[in-house]
């Protein structure tokens, strides 16, 4: 899909997952889940077999970032599964460690905003913790919006966290109260 160059590392390649790399997609994942401070989950509960499943859906969108034949970034846009909210999306996003700063997830989210749009995909829902600042502000130069805050949402060790709602719209939205 892309093919991007950042000064710190090689060629990485952005592009759609496929059932081949499941393993990869649950190891990323949970090198995150590990950090215990960025996703809800801290164990990643598909198995393989079950990861590939999911992979063959062409409703939902699993992007992967490659580098170096590993895989360093995962996005993941999942489409309202009701007549009433198909033209919603949910998206995640979960970047190793190591290659965060990059730019990588301002690649994958900027991907997956495209397809969306494609798609027929009029909102682009997402959650993110209040203490990933990091991250909101990437959200918020994307062109997110806040929606929302859950106040008291997570503790994360021993301190409560808000769940922000952020929302992007592709396209202008009419018919809403």
């Known amino acids: 899909m892309m093919l991007k160059k ?9 592009r759609r997952g496929v059932p081949g790399d499941a393993h990869g997609i649950i190891e990323c994942m949970q ?25 063959k859906s062409r409703d939902d969108l699993t992007l992967v970032c490659e580098l170096n034949g590993k895989i360093v970034g995962v996005t993941t846009i999942q489409r309202g599964m009701y007549k009433k909210n198909r033209h919603t999306a949910s998206l995640g996003i979960a970047i190793k460690k190591e290659f965060r700063h990059m730019n990588i997830g301002t690649g994958m989210i900027k991907e997956a905003i495209s397809w969306s749009k494609e798609q027929g995909i009029e909102k ?19 062109g997110f919006e806040y929606e929302g805050v859950r106040k008291r949402q997570f503790m ?7 769940d922000v709602l952020m929302t992007y719209f592709t396209s202008n939205m009419e018919g809403s109260n």
Do not use: C, P, W
């Open 6 to 14: 950042h000064e710190q590392t090689e060629n990485y390649l952005i």
């Open 31 to 55: 090198s995150v889940m590990d950090e215990k401070i960025y996703l809800v989950s801290e164990y990643y509960l598909l198995t393989e077999r079950g990861e590939q499943e999911r992979l």
């Open 124 to 142: 682009i829902n997402l959650e993110v913790f209040s203490s990933n600042v990091n991250a909101i502000n990437t959200y918020r130069k994307l």
């Open 156 to 162: 994360i060790g021993n301190r409560y966290t808000d």
